[in-house]
């Protein structure tokens, strides 16, 4: 069997890390998910579970994926050969094609937005055409042809594999796109809903936190991270040998949850400035934005560019979800990375064509009240990926010796961990208590 890759640079490691975790989730997803819930109050408790529960779930992917350089399937029947645990395994496959599938649909909205902004086809600063203006660009059919325009590039960067395609991608688009951010941060002080902007953002009102808040939060951390579905597990089978997992998880948790908070800084007062409803839903980034840039000099140049690192930002996640099926499909199924890439890449496919469609045509068909594309994030996000997380958990708490956990966190023995008893203890019972309790609660059980 071919020898796997290891990233070459601990830069690398970590900026494909954030590659990951960097993406969509960040400057899409939080803004939305805080404008429902209520903003302060979901901020709380978002940062909370990032760093509570899903720093200590990253330390234990990284670890079993480093520690048995395996697929996520094959990391727990390699680290518990006799029991059932790969059934996680499988959780984590299913839920990462479910969330490609309604992700390329986004991702090729962006693809659309940084293409029409380049031609000079969209229009900024009409206060009321934001929302017509995006129903016309993502309804109908038009947006499968930009799902599939997206899936395309994610497999060809997938077909150039790990090292070549993922590593050297991240290394340069990460720090563009933080930079982008900072300055849209500073042009938003301008703005004149700036300060009730980051009051509804920064100050919790507690009297919102209900169940589906602190579920809907815990699915965030979840999504942001990159947890639950062996995603990092993956990609930390191809970190090498001396790199420090406590570190690389801390540092990425850090520098992904401050996206997150930006992109609030930067949607939030344009929400208030231009008389929005923070309360849009998914489409509200993809409407907010265009507003912004027409406050900027240059507007054209600057919506271009950040759609484009939007849609790269977007690439490096999906190419990171991607990796876990063809992984296994390679390594389990004993395909060639060619064929396991494109079998990936046609379920989701099909997937996303589905999702792409629940905005136009499919619009009235809903199950639970919610169209394929909200079905699909909601059981990923907030089903799948928190129960990943618990058994992985519970898993590395529980079922693995003590031994192992030490040797990855200390490269065996060659330098001291200090919180290596705190993230035992909370593995062992901090995280999946908390996650089961917060799925009790958000059922009525609790
Ligand atoms: N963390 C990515 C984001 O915030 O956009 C989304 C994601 C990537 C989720 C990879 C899950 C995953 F396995």
Same mark, same amino acid.
């Given at each position: 069997?071919?020898?796997?890759?290891?990233?070459?640079?601990?830069?690398?490691?970590?900026?494909?890390?954030?590659?990951?975790?960097?993406?969509?989730?960040?400057?899409?997803?939080?803004?939305?998910?805080?404008?429902?819930?209520?903003?302060?109050?979901?901020?709380?408790?978002?940062?909370?579970?990032?760093?509570?529960?899903?720093?200590?779930?990253?330390?234990?992917?990284?670890?079993?994926?480093?520690?048995?350089?395996?697929?996520?399937?094959?990391?727990?029947?390699?680290?518990?050969?006799?029991?059932?645990?790969?059934?996680?395994?499988?959780?984590?496959? *299913?839920?990462?094609?479910?969330?490609?599938?309604?992700?390329?649909?986004?991702?090729?909205?962006? *693809?659309?937005?940084?293409?029409?902004?380049?031609?000079?086809?969209?229009?900024?600063?009409?206060?009321?055409?934001?929302?017509?203006?995006?129903?016309?660009?993502?309804?109908?059919?038009?947006?499968?042809?930009?799902?599939?325009?997206?899936?395309?590039?994610?497999?060809?960067?997938?077909?150039?594999?790990?090292?070549?395609?993922?590593?050297?991608?991240?290394?340069?688009?990460?720090?563009?796109?933080?930079?982008?951010?900072?300055?849209?941060?500073?042009?938003?002080?301008?703005?004149?809903?700036?300060?009730?902007?980051?009051?509804?953002?920064?100050?919790?009102?507690?009297?919102?936190?209900?169940?589906?808040?602190?579920?809907?939060?815990?699915?965030?951390? /979840?999504?942001?991270? @990159?947890?639950?579905?062996?995603?990092?597990?993956?990609?930390?089978?191809?970190?090498?040998?001396?790199?420090?997992?406590?570190?690389?998880?801390?540092?990425?948790?850090?520098?992904?949850?401050?996206?997150?908070?930006?992109?609030?800084?930067?949607?939030?007062?344009?929400?208030?400035?231009?008389?929005?409803?923070?309360?849009?839903?998914?489409?509200?980034?993809?409407?907010?934005?265009?507003?912004?840039?027409?406050?900027?000099?240059?507007?054209?140049?600057?919506?271009?560019?950040?759609?484009?690192?939007?849609?790269?930002?977007?690439?490096?996640?999906? *190419?990171?979800?991607?990796?876990?099926?063809?992984?296994?499909?390679?390594?389990?199924?004993?395909?060639?990375?060619?064929?396991?890439?494109?079998?990936?890449?046609?379920?989701?496919?099909?997937?996303?064509?589905?999702?792409?469609?629940?905005?136009?045509?499919?619009?009235?068909?809903?199950?639970?009240?919610?169209?394929?594309?909200?079905?699909?994030?909601?059981?990923? @996000?907030?089903?799948?990926?928190?129960?990943?997380?618990?058994?992985?958990?519970?898993?590395?708490?529980?079922?693995?010796?003590?031994?192992?956990?030490?040797?990855?966190?200390?490269?065996?023995?060659?330098?001291? /961990?200090?919180?290596?008893?705190?993230?035992?203890?909370?593995?062992?019972?901090?995280?999946?208590?908390?996650?089961?309790?917060?799925?009790?609660?958000?059922?009525?059980?609790?």
């Amino acid at each position: 069997m071919k020898e796997r890759a290891v990233f070459t640079t601990k830069f690398g490691a970590l900026a494909t890390t954030v590659g990951s975790a960097v993406g969509l989730g960040n400057i899409w997803r939080f803004p939305y998910e805080a404008g429902v819930h209520g903003g302060g109050a979901f901020l709380l408790c978002y940062m909370l579970f990032v760093f509570l529960i899903g720093v200590p779930v990253l330390c234990a992917e990284f670890a079993m994926g480093r520690g048995t350089r395996s697929n996520v399937f094959g990391a727990y029947s390699k680290l518990a050969p006799r029991q059932k645990w790969q059934f996680t395994g499988y959780i984590g496959i *299913v839920a990462s094609l479910l969330i490609l599938s309604f992700y390329s649909v986004v991702a090729g909205w962006t *693809v659309e937005y940084c293409i029409s902004s380049a031609f000079g086809q969209l229009s900024f600063g009409d206060m009321a055409g934001g929302h017509g203006q995006f129903t016309s660009l993502t309804t109908g059919w038009r947006p499968i042809l930009w799902t599939v325009i997206f899936l395309f590039c994610n497999t060809f960067i997938l077909l150039g594999g790990v090292t070549k395609g993922i590593e050297r991608a991240s290394n340069i688009l990460m720090p563009m796109l933080f930079l982008l951010l900072i300055a849209f941060c500073i042009n938003s002080m301008t703005l004149p809903g700036f300060g009730e902007g980051v009051r509804f953002l920064f100050h919790p009102d507690f009297s919102k936190i209900t169940p589906s808040v602190l579920l809907g939060a815990l699915g965030q951390a /979840f999504f942001s991270l @990159s947890l639950g579905l062996g995603c990092m597990m993956t990609y930390a089978s191809y970190f090498s040998d001396t790199n420090r997992l406590g570190r690389t998880a801390a540092v990425g948790a850090v520098l992904d949850s401050s996206v997150a908070v930006l992109s609030g800084i930067i949607i939030f007062p344009a929400v208030f400035s231009f008389g929005l409803s923070p309360q849009a839903g998914p489409t509200l980034v993809f409407e907010v934005l265009p507003y912004i840039f027409s406050q900027l000099p240059g507007g054209m140049v600057w919506s271009t560019l950040f759609f484009l690192l939007l849609f790269l930002a977007s690439l490096t996640s999906t *190419v990171s979800m991607s990796e876990i099926s063809i992984t296994f499909f390679c390594e389990e199924k004993r395909m060639s990375r060619r064929n396991a890439t494109l079998l990936s890449s046609a379920i989701s496919l099909c997937g996303g064509v589905l999702c792409a469609l629940s905005f136009g045509p499919l619009s009235g068909f809903t199950i639970g009240g919610l169209t394929i594309f909200n079905l699909f994030d909601y059981l990923s @996000s907030n089903i799948c990926l928190p129960i990943g997380g618990m058994v992985c958990s519970f898993f590395v708490g529980w079922m693995i010796d003590k031994k192992f956990l030490r040797d990855q966190f200390t490269d065996y023995g060659r330098y001291r /961990f200090v919180l290596l008893p705190l993230l035992t203890f909370s593995l062992k019972w901090i995280c999946p208590a908390a996650i089961f309790l917060i799925f009790l609660n958000s059922i009525g059980l609790l």
